[in-house]
């Protein structure tokens, strides 16, 4: 008997199990198309939505990519999430040299939140808004939008949003996954917003695991404590490496318990939607990333360079399928 795909599993027990995409495999690689199409019930570009690919110039937008992964997204029937519409990092090339004023600032970003989140007004499930705007000591990170518009610049963003789009609105974040210094003050951000009736609907949690860290349990209470506050919870990049110096001689099994752990915890405390930071080892962001290889082990996913499942993803059905 031909196993059931992990999506039908997720789709019966109505949780979503993702992955984000890259378009060019998307387009040129079967095995990663038929993978995406059949396993995951949620997708994300995993960059073609942020500012520098969309953003060719000042005043122009290229949506080739971003629409070829959210069209995929639709016409397969899956949950997807936007990603992202304010964020410090992968500004457009020509951003550095623009000599602008504050009030340009606050017109460029409030017009490109407009379009871009109008534009997927009907495909688009749920947008990381902002990104990682909180630095690892829990202070606002100064960013050219924090400095522009001040620390107003992350209301202003969900209230544009909310004006294009229906979609749930989500302050996404690393490091922020389990009960920490940095989580505590993103809490204090986002129940100050609340307060201020901000429309932010959920926090999204990264999740870039390394070895058994960060502790499931204290993920999970982290997610009821941002639940108890109004908001939903999602994990939204999951992949799982370990330092070089420090692989254990079962890698491949540490990872799956690791898996299985966190999909646990967190479907017991109300989080249902777990996307993985792409489909395939073969191509996570980790084996391109500045100190790999002498930090991470860059297998991190529920599939392997062949596009086989791992272990991870045995231990990922067993637990949708519990
Ligand atoms: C990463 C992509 O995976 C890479 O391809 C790109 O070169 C850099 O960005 N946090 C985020 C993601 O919110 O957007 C990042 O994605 C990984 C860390």
Not at 202 to 227: C, M, T, Y
Not at 244 to 255: A, H, K, T
Request: negative net charge.
């Amino acid at each position: 008997m031909v196993d059931q795909p992990l999506r039908e599993i997720a789709d019966e027990r109505d949780v979503r199990i993702g992955a984000a995409l890259a378009p060019g495999s998307l387009r040129s690689d079967p095995s990663y198309w038929k993978r995406a199409k059949d396993e995951f019930n949620a997708v994300t570009p995993e960059n073609a939505l942020k500012m520098g690919p969309l953003r060719p110039s000042p005043k122009t937008y290229d949506f080739t990519d971003a629409d070829a992964i959210v069209n995929f997204g639709a016409a397969h029937d899956k949950y997807v999430r936007g990603h992202t519409l304010v964020w410090h990092n992968q500004k457009p090339d020509w951003f550095e040299a623009w000599e602008h004023t504050d009030d340009q600032i606050r017109t460029f970003l409030r017009d490109h939140i407009h379009t871009v989140a109008g534009r997927y007004r009907a495909k688009i499930d749920a947008w990381d808004v902002v990104n990682e705007a909180v630095a690892d000591d829990g202070t606002l990170r100064e960013t050219v939008w924090s400095e522009a518009l001040g620390e107003e610049y992350l209301d202003l963003a969900f209230e544009w949003a909310s004006e294009a789009t229906d979609a749930d609105l989500y302050y996404n974040d690393y490091g922020a996954d389990a009960v920490n210094e940095k989580s505590d003050a993103i809490y204090d951000l986002l129940e100050g917003m609340l307060d201020r009736g901000v429309p932010v609907d959920g926090v999204g949690l990264q999740l870039h695991a390394l070895g058994d860290h960060p502790d499931p349990e204290s993920i999970a209470e982290n997610i009821e404590r941002f639940r108890e506050l109004g908001l939903d919870v999602q994990i939204t990049e999951m992949d799982v490496a370990f330092h070089r110096g420090e692989v254990p001689d079962d890698p491949l099994e540490v990872q799956a318990d690791y898996y299985r752990d966190v999909f646990e915890a967190c479907l017991d405390a109300g989080c249902e939607t777990i996307v993985t930071w792409g489909v395939a080892d073969a191509s996570t962001w980790l084996r391109g990333f500045a100190d790999f290889p002498e930090r991470y082990t860059g297998d991190p996913l529920l599939f392997d360079e062949r596009y086989d499942p791992k272990p991870a993803y045995d231990a990922v059905r067993a637990v949708l399928e519990d």
